[in-house]
């Protein structure tokens, strides 16, 4: 079974950055399509961004031009870089292939308020 380690999470200000790591366990998952998720209090979880195998890249458009993802296949890890955080980007974030497997990992929390 595939574990997907996500860190990174943290209080910060509005406006401010922070940057996630996601480190899966097998070396097979570096042959898909992987995304950063999150889920809100009260809201279901959504895809924020995915980047293939390739490196094309895709972001929903609350995110688009504020948030990174990348990835580095040798080290099975996948990162997000977010910047110009706002108060509603606060949740919890999480990493999986896209699709999801529906096995996730513990996520990491992003708050972002004054």
């Known amino acids: 079974q595939v574990q997907l380690v996500e860190s990174g999470g943290g209080l910060v200000q509005p406006g401010g950055s922070l940057s996630l790591s996601c480190a899966f366990s097998r070396s097979i998952f570096s042959i898909y399509a992987m995304g950063w998720y999150r889920q809100a209090p009260g809201k279901q979880r959504e895809l924020v961004a995915r980047i293939t195998s390739g490196g094309s890249t895709y972001y929903a458009d609350s995110v688009k031009d504020r948030f990174t993802i990348s990835r580095d296949n040798a080290k099975n890890t996948v990162y997000l870089q977010m910047n110009s955080l706002k108060p509603e980007d606060t949740a919890v974030y999480y990493c999986?292939?896209?699709?999801?497997?529906?096995?996730w990992g513990q996520g990491t929390l992003v708050t972002v308020s004054s």
């Open positions: 999986n292939r896209v699709p999801s497997t529906g096995v």
